[in-house]
Nanobody, 122 residues
């Protein structure tokens, strides 16, 4: 499966943004999905994950209550709704697909999108 993330941009603190991840050459329903992010000079970190059919979601503590991960398997799409953005959310955001557990381990994700940059100004 090939993944392409989009929707990033420059926003102000407190604003909202929705990231999208389009899948092609494969059915997204075969995979659990996640968003990771990498800030400048930092390691890639886990943000949120969703099970293959969307029944279960999980978030890292820093985004819980502000971000919402969702998916539309019929459209082969993954989303990340980001509300109440903070400057520390500034990063390149990547979508990823896996058939392995646990879902917060980047090395277990086989397929990655190219990343989309989110910049939050204060």
């Amino acid at each position: 499966v090939q993944l392409q993330a989009s929707g990033g941009g420059l926003v102000q603190a407190g604003d909202s943004l929705r990231l999208s991840c389009a899948a092609s050459e494969g059915a997204l329903s075969n995979y659990a999905m996640a968003w990771f992010r990498q800030a400048p000079g930092k390691e890639r970190e886990y943000v949120a994950a969703i099970s293959a059919y969307g029944a279960n979601t999980h978030y890292t503590s820093s985004v819980k209550g502000r971000f919402r991960i969702s998916r539309d398997n019929a459209e082969n799409m993954l989303y990340l709704q980001m509300n109440g953005l903070k400057p520390e959310d500034t990063a390149v955001y990547y979508c990823a697909a896996t058939t392995s557990l646990p879902l917060d381990v980047a090395s277990l994700y086989r397929y990655w999108g190219q990343g989309t940059l989110v910049t939050v100004s204060s």
